[in-house]
């Protein structure tokens, strides 16, 4: 399922169900980074606001949404 067929402007927002499992999401975010914000704009959730996502830092949830292009 592509959540983006049917409006581009949408924004995925996503976090793991344990803080464990969001250390995994954020892992692989970062692990595949390079790629893929190539194509989208990922986003980390610090607590308070939603922000350009930085490696090697702690996120509660992340926001990936397409690049305009």
């Not at 250390?23 to 970062?30: C, E, H």
Request: with cysteine.
């Amino acid at each position: 399922m592509n959540p983006f067929t049917h409006s581009q402007d949408a924004t995925v927002v996503f976090s793991g169900s344990t803080p464990t499992r969001t250390r995994l999401d954020q892992i692989a975010i970062a692990r595949e980074f390079k790629t893929a914000s190539q194509c989208f704009f990922i986003q980390g959730f610090n607590g308070f606001q939603f922000e350009p996502f930085e490696r090697n830092k702690s996120y509660e949830g992340f926001g990936i949404s397409l690049r305009k292009i």
